[in-house]
Nanobody, 126 residues
Framework: QVQLVESGGGLVQAGGSLRLSCVAS????????MGWFRQRPGKEREFVAA????????YYADSVKGRFTISRDNAKNTVYLQLNSLKPGDTAIYYC???????????????????WGQGTQVTVSS
């Protein structure tokens, strides 16, 4: 079993930045592919970014490409999501998740992930 705990969310003005962290316990993250998803108010959960267990491959949703950066530190069992140039439309609960599979298609599906954190709220004011 893997327990994931997100942190780093908060209230920020448009144009600002935040760094989200996801710390794992119960199992090392070094062999797991990691993703970030978000659920905006009144919307379904959507893919944001993912990083392969090796750290050498990443995917991003078009809506965040160039503004968000996913990274990982396997020694710290932690995955990060750097959020820059935030917009009010980025307001959401952000979740990290862990998966054993990796491919351009399935990595963007939340059904591909076996473990989920409880989420951290990001609110961007205009």
């Amino acid at each position: 079993q893997v327990q994931l705990v997100e942190s780093g969310g908060g209230l920020v003005q448009a144009g600002g930045s935040l760094r989200l962290s996801c710390v794992a316990s119960g199992r090392t993250l070094s062999s797991l592919n990691m993703g970030w998803f978000r659920q905006r108010p009144g919307k379904e959960r959507e893919f944001v970014a993912a990083i392969r267990w090796t750290g050498d491959s990443t995917y991003y949703a078009d809506s965040v490409k160039g503004r968000f950066t996913i990274s990982r530190d396997n020694a710290k069992n932690t995955v990060y999501l750097q959020l820059n140039s935030l917009k009010p439309g980025d307001t959401a609960i952000y979740y990290c998740a862990a998966a054993q599979i990796w491919s351009p298609t399935v990595t963007r599906r939340d059904s591909s992930y076996s473990y989920w954190g409880q989420g951290t709220q990001v609110t961007v004011s205009s």
